[in-house]
């Protein structure tokens, strides 16, 4: 059984940094499609980053909202998956969720319900 575990959210000051990351147990992270998603008070869940299987082309997408900002990586080895998030702001307060799962087409052209296996969140807050 697939289950993802997220830890290293907290508060932070606008322009800081924080990383994220997702232990993975059940499958080996390599090959599987992995995303990061966030949901903000009053609004809905939204995609951020992704990255696609190592048997699939490898390749991480961004939103414009953190693009440049924004980093998806994993290690193989520690079968984790991780976002870096540097010069925050108070618009990235949010949950954030990792998201994986086995998927053919490339990790951007999902949205939230293809994601089955869902990690249980972890707070950012972005404030001074």
């Known amino acids: 059984q697939l289950t993802l575990v997220e830890s290293g959210g907290g508060l932070v000051q606008p322009g800081g940094s924080l990383r994220l990351s997702c232990a993975v147990t059940?499958?080996?992270?390599?090959?599987?499609?992995v995303a990061w998603f966030r949901q903000a008070p009053g609004k809905e869940r939204e995609r951020i980053v992704c990255?696609?299987?190592?048997?699939?082309?490898?390749?991480?997408y961004s939103s414009d909202s953190v693009k440049g900002r924004f980093t998806i990586s994993r290690d193989r080895g520690k079968n984790m998956a991780y976002l870096q998030m540097n010069n925050l702001t108070p618009d990235d307060t949010a949950v954030y969720y990792c998201a994986a799962e086995r998927l053919a087409l490339s990790c951007n052209v999902y949205g939230e319900r293809d994601f089955v296996s869902w990690g249980q969140g972890t707070q950012v807050t972005v404030s001074s």
């Open positions: 990255i696609n299987s190592v048997s699939g082309d490898g390749r991480s």
């Open positions: 059940g499958y080996t992270v390599d090959y599987l499609h």
